[in-house]
Each structure stands twice: as structure tokens, then as C-alpha cells.
């Protein structure tokens, strides 16, 4: 069963058209690679699903629900998260506080302190750091702050854009392990990422974005057998 | 006793350019935003306490809440009407529409009241205090106004820091998109920061006519122009930098007055601000605003 459709979705920075009409689906229970270069529209299709940029043409279907001129913020309580490229953190506010932010749509007070809970036994790096400046932490940390801050919504989606982005070697398999259990735990998963071997290695489905078009889609397994995946995408 | 009588008087005429700098720095925080109509709101409120206690003859207390009900209407209609729809133009041009509801304003109060300075009687009814066997006298209104501009820092931190909207306000204030992505309602928070400093502009007005008491349609903007000097002076974006910029500016106009000359004393004010932003351009509690995207 389909948890998110996108349709011909076109979107424009300005007169510049950086999604050319692609067409994707995400099943539910799934971890869904969105692989590309630099700069082939994979921010602004995730940005697009969640309201920070406004879709041209095309249709965004989440649940039965054509939430293309949702505003953003409502999607949240529909079940959406989405983990930003950049992480962006609140830089300012504690990691308590940031964690806090994640559940600002929740009322149900008792089960957020149960959800904190289970994010710290999950990140026991940001129990040990929850007063501290969330601007104070290393990158892999701030990274897992962001997913944290995600997971206190429990959302039934999660966006990822790019979470292994600038991160140690050891870090970038830490990340990994953790979608995995996110996955396990039940929340399907569409994952953008650079880092094709090890988006691919998770997958179960894939889609490859060419400035702004998809130009491959299939097995993600299979995908990684696929000759030109190898030249373009896993050589290193 | 002469210098600490003036000394004193600039902290209260600082505290009011505190709680106006309260307005600007943050609007300017949350909605990334010059409001300068901002002082205006300040003659709105002075006039909307006028009309009830000296023309209707009801009780000041019943004019300052009408008075901060009528700026927080009009301070959220103004976002709402003029500013929302600009949100994703340029600065500059968010700037041109504030200067023009600024002279809106002034010439709407110009029509309903004239250009004639009206007598405004003080919203403080208390005695005077009188010290040292009557070589110091403060004024009550100076006592209140320091006082509610203390009440006002204290109830504000804690509302930034204790309420949900306060901390949505924070997040909108370091990233609007991050924010929006964590189920903030953007709008709305910025609603709520034009809202809360329409209300300070609201009671710096009660408080600014009540020590000085001539009334124009252009009572607000010099009082305006300097509360934003005093937050661009403690940090622009900060609250305790409003209060900091706020008080330090008042003293020094007032001392400038005193000692030095009353027509110079603006001149000295904002060339100080000069100095300070060649040394710190951030101001004195000022962190670097990274603009985004
Ligand atoms: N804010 C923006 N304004 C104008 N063009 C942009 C903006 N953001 C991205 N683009 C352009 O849109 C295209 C897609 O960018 P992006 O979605 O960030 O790619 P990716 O995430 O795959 O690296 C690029 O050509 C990029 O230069
Ligand atoms: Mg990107």
C-alpha cells in the first residue's frame, strides 16, 4: 500500500524549473533511496512534500490525502517528519529543548516523556548533552539530534536528507544502523542520499534524479548490479 | 542630589525606550523585520487613554487596557494586512511598507485630533517620594515606570522561556523553515511577537505621556527612533540587549541634557551609537545574525 505518491510534480525557483515532472512511490514499511548528484533536485522534492517550497504542477498524495497546498507545519500531526539537509538544528536551544520542539504538536504529555525516554536509550549521547547548546555539538551528534528531534513526533514517515553528509566513517555507519532500527521499529522511510552504496545497501526500492527528472527506478538491490549505477554513482 | 536626580530620571526615560526596544528587537528576531511604525503604535495608545480618561472622564486603569487592546488589534491587523503578504519580498521593500503605516498612522491621528499638542494627565496617581528631608524628590511615575519596566523583563523572559509559544518563537527566530518543519505555525507565532510588542507599545505610551505629558500625532516617532537606536545599541534581536541599550541611552540623554545641552543631547545620544556599532557592529549583547534563505 502506497503512504506517499508524488505526481508529474514540477518545481520552480523562479524561472528555473529544478523538477522536471517526476512521478514516485513510497510503500508503506519500506525504505525508499532517492539517489542523484549534487544539485538534481533531491532537497527540493523532499522541501516540496513538506510545504517549504510550493509545488508548480503535479499532486502529492499522502494516505489518500492530496496534501499539495497543505501548509507544512499541519503535516507534522498527519505523521510526517522530516529530517533536513544541513540538520539545522536549533543552534541556541538546548538539546532538551530541541527535543521538546519535535513534539510541539503532541498534547499527549505523558507519552512524550515516553518517547524522550526511548530517544535517549536510542542517542544516550544527547541524555548525557540535554542541557547543553545544541550549537555546541559535533556534527555526528547534531545529526542524530535532528532524527531525534524527528522521532518525537512518531511520525508513520520520515524524510532524510542526507544524513551521512560530512560525517566521519564511523559516524556514516552509526546513521546507517539507525535507520535500520527506525525502520524495524515500523516508520517507512524515504531517504535521500549521496552516499549511493550505502543508501542502496538499505533499500528495498530506488530512484535515480537527474537534473530534476528520474531516470532509473527499480530493486534497490538489483540497482546495485546495474552497470550504469556503477559508473556514475558507486565508483570510488 | 542634582546628578542623582537626573541620573534617576534617565534610568525611567531608559526603561521606556526598553519596553518600545522590546517591540522592535522582536519583531526584528522572530519576523527578521524593521517595524518602523512601531513608535506610532505608542501615539495610538496615548491617544486611545486621552480620549477615555480626559474626554470620556473614566478611570486611567480602564484607559490603559483599552489602550492595549486597541494596539494589539492594531498591531496584528497591520501584520496581517500590510507585512504577511510581503514575507517572501526584500527587505527593503518590508522597510518602505513599514515607513508608510508609520505615516498612515501619523496622518490618521492628525485628522481625528489635529495638529494641536493636547494636555495628557498622568495614568500615576500616586504622592511623590520624597528623600533626605526633601533634597530628593522622585516622581511616582518614574518609581512605576521602572518598576512595570522590571515586571515587563521578568514576565517576558519567562514566557520566552516557559510557554510553548515562547519557545516556537525562539525556533522561528533561528530557523522560520526548521520551525515550520516541527509543526509551528509560522504565521501565527509571528501574529503572537506583533501582538506582545503592540501591548508594550500599548503601556511605554501610558507610561511616556504620563512623564511627558504634550500629545501629538508625532509623539511616537522620535521616542520610536530612539528605542530602536537602544536595541540596535544592546544587540539587536536581544532582550536583556533592549533593556541594556534601553537604560544606557536614557542616562546619557538625560546627563546630556543636564550638564551639556539640551540640544545637543540627541546629537550625543546617536553619535554614541555610532561608536559602539565601529567598535562591536553587533551591538553590546549581539550575536551575528546568519541570515537564511
Ligand atoms: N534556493 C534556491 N534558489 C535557486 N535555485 C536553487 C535553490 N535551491 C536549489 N536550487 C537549484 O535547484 C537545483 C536542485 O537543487 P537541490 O534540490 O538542492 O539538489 P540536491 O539536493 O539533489 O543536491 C540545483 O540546480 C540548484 O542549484
Ligand atoms: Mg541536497
Known amino acids: 500500500m502506497a503512504i506517499l505518491e508524488v505526481k508529474d510534480l514540477e518545481v520552480y525557483y523562479g524561472v528555473i524549473q529544478a523538477i522536471k515532472g517526476i512521478s514516485f512511490t513510497v510503500n508503506q514499511g519500506e525504505i525508499i533511496a532517492l539517489i542523484g548528484a549534487n544539485g538534481a533536485g533531491k532537497t527540493t522534492t523532499l522541501q516540496t512534500i513538506t510545504g517549504l517550497i510550493p509545488a508548480k504542477a503535479g499532486k502529492i498524495i499522502y494516505n489518500g490525502t492530496d496534501i499539495t497546498r497543505v501548509p507544512g507545519y499541519k503535516l507534522v500531526s498527519m505523521g510526517i517528519a522530516h529530517v533536513p539537509e544541513g540538520r539545522r538544528v536549533f543552534a541556541e536551544m538546548t538539546v532538551l529543548q530541541n527535543l521538546r520542539m519535535g513534539a510541539y504538536t503532541r498534547r499527549d504529555k505523558t507519552e512524550v516523556e515516553e518517547t524522550l525516554k526511548s530517544i535517549y536509550q536510542r542517542f544516550p549521547r544527547l541524555e548525557e548533552r540535554k542541557n547543553q547548546p545544541a550549537g555546541t555539538l559535533s556534527g555526528g551528534e547534531q545529526q542524530m539530534l535532528a532524527m531525534g528531534r524527528a522521532l518525537m513526533s512518531r511520525p508513520k514517515l520520515m524524510l532524510m536528507d542526507e544524513p551521512s553528509m560530512g560525517l566521519s566513517p564511523i559516524y556514516v555507519n552509526e546513521i546507517f544502523d539507525i535507520i535500520k532500527e527506525i525502520h524495524k521499529s515500523g516508520t517507512t522511510v524515504l531517504l535521500v542520499e549521496q552516499n549511493a552504496k550505502k543508501a542502496l545497501s538499505i533499500a528495498d526500492e530506488a530512484y535515480v534524479l537527474e537534473t530534476g527528472k528520474i531516470v532509473l527506478s527499480g530493486d534497490a538491490h538489483e540497482m546495485m548490479d546495474n552497470e550504469q549505477v556503477k559508473k556514475a554513482y558507486l565508483s570510488e | ?293
Open chain 2, 1 to 293: 542630589m542634582g546628578f542623582l536626580s537626573y541620573f534617576i530620571s534617565g534610568v525611567s526615560l531608559g526603561a521606556v525606550y526598553a519596553i518600545i526596544a522590546l517591540g522592535y528587537t522582536m519583531v526584528y528576531g522572530i519576523a527578521r523585520m524593521l517595524n518602523f511604525a512601531h513608535g506610532d503604535i505608542i501615539m495610538v495608545g496615548g491617544f486611545v487613554i486621552f480620549t477615555i480618561v480626559s474626554t470620556l472622564g473614566m478611570p486611567p486603569l480602564l484607559g490603559i487596557i483599552a489602550a492595549v487592546a486597541a494596539c494589539t488589534v492594531l498591531g496584528v491587523t497591520t501584520e496581517r494586512v500590510a507585512y504577511r503578504p510581503l514575507r517572501e519580498a526584500s527587505s527593503l521593500a518590508v522597510l518602505i511598507t513599514a515607513i508608510g503605516v508609520s505615516y498612515l498612522l501619523q496622518n490618521i491621528a492628525l485628522l481625528v485630533f489635529g495638529s494641536n499638542p493636547r494636555q495628557f494627565t498622568s495614568v500615576v496617581t500616586l504622592p511623590n517620594l520624597v528623600l533626605a528631608g526633601g533634597a530628593l524628590t522622585i516622581s511616582s511615575t518614574t518609581i512605576v515606570t521602572i518598576i512595570s519596566c522590571i515586571i515587563i523583563m521578568i514576565a517576558l523572559t519567562a514566557f520566552i522561556n516557559k510557554t510553548k509559544i515562547g519557545q516556537a518563537m525562539l525556533a522561528v527566530s533561528e530557523d522560520r523553515g526548521a520551525a515550520s518543519l516541527m509543526g509551528i505555525d509560522v504565521n501565527k507565532t509571528i501574529a503572537v511577537t506583533f501582538a506582545i510588542g503592540s501591548a508594550l507599545a500599548a503601556i511605554a505610551g501610558a507610561l511616556l505621556c504620563s512623564a511627558y505629558p504634550s500629545l501629538t500625532p508625532y509623539t511616537g516617532s522620535m521616542p520610536g527612533i530612539k528605542a530602536f537606536t537602544a536595541a540596535v545599541f544592546g544587540g539587536i534581536g536581544s532582550i536583556p540587549g533592549a533593556l541594556i541599550g534601553g537604560v544606557i541611552l536614557g542616562v546619557i540623554e538625560n546627563l546630556s541634557k543636564a550638564y551639556i545641552s539640551s540640544q545637543l543631547s540627541d546629537a550625543i545620544v546617536f553619535a554614541v551609537l555610532i561608536i559602539v556599532l565601529l567598535v562591536r557592529p553587533t551591538g553590546i549583547l549581539g550575536r551575528k545574525i546568519n541570515e537564511k534563505v
